[in-house]
T-cell receptor, first 115, second 113 residues
Framework: KAGVTQTPRYLIKTRGQQVTLSCSPI?????VSWYQQTPGQGLQFLFE???????NKGNFPGRFSGRQFSNSRSEMNVSTLELGDSALYLC??????????????FGPGTRLTVL | AQSVSQHNHHVILSEAASLELGCNYS??????LFWYVQYPGQHLQLLLK??????LVKGIKGFEAEFIKSKFSFNLRKPSVQWSDTAEYFC???????????FGPGTSLSVIP
């Protein structure tokens, strides 16, 4: 079974631009979560989508948004990029995203650099 | 608010030394617990997980962890580390009444040959 895939793997943008990152979950997984990983803050939860609906959201500004499609693929968008948005953005999928039997599986991440 | 703490930011060991990485969480209800590893240049991988049952959990590559509910802890152990264990280790907690996973800040392990 193919793992979680993320595209693109690397991105370089300038301040003020916007960016869209894509995540394809493991086949059959309906929950997709997004995380930001930086050396200073570690792993931080951005949001989770399930059945095309945002089910949970972390403490990030409204410039960070996402969506999920009917095939469970998810996109994350960051508008008006700031230097501090430079990070590794990780996507993780699980079957149902519930706390009883699920395990999240992570993709390789998208490395975003904002200049 | 729920949080996860990891006792050490950076650990340096010689090969064959024993390893114990501490993890504590602040949540009074039922939790699922995980340890993830991120090797240099690779993406996060699940080492082991605890949902219920035997509090001593065995994972891949000789790792194990023990859930001590009274101490809100889930420490990771390995009796004899190898150079290839050099990586970043993350403890994560998923309160069963919530749908999001909370990660600890990570512990960087360097194993010297």
């Amino acid at each position: 079974k193919a793992g979680v895939t993320q595209t693109p793997r690397y991105l370089i943008k300038t301040r003020g631009q916007q960016v869209t990152l894509s995540c394809s979950p493991i086949s059959g997984h309906r929950s997709v979560s997004w995380y930001q990983q930086t050396p200073g803050q570690g792993l931080q939860f951005l949001f989770e989508y399930f059945s095309e609906t945002q089910r949970n959201k972390g403490n990030f500004p409204g410039r960070f948004s996402g969506r999920q499609f009917s095939n469970s693929r998810s996109e994350m968008n960051v508008s008006t990029l700031e230097l501090g948005d430079s990070a590794l953005y990780l996507c993780a999928s699980s079957l149902e995203g519930r706390g009883d039997t699920d395990t999240q599986y992570f993709g390789p991440g998208t490395r975003l650099t904002v200049l | 608010a729920q949080s996860v703490s990891q006792h050490n930011h950076h650990v340096i060991l010689s090969e064959a030394a024993s390893l114990e990485l501490g993890c504590n969480y602040s949540y009074g209800g039922t939790v699922n617990l995980f340890w993830y590893v991120q090797y240099p240049g690779q993406h996060l991988q699940l080492l082991l997980k605890y949902f219920s049952g035997d509090p001593l959990v065995k994972g891949i590559k000789g790792f194990e962890a023990e859930f001590i509910k009274s101490k809100f802890s889930f420490n990771l152990r390995k009796p004899s580390v190898q150079w290839s264990d050099t990586a970043e280790y993350f403890c994560a907690v998923n309160p069963t009444s919530y749908d999001k996973v909370i990660f600890g800040p990570g512990t960087s392990l360097s194993v010297i040959p």
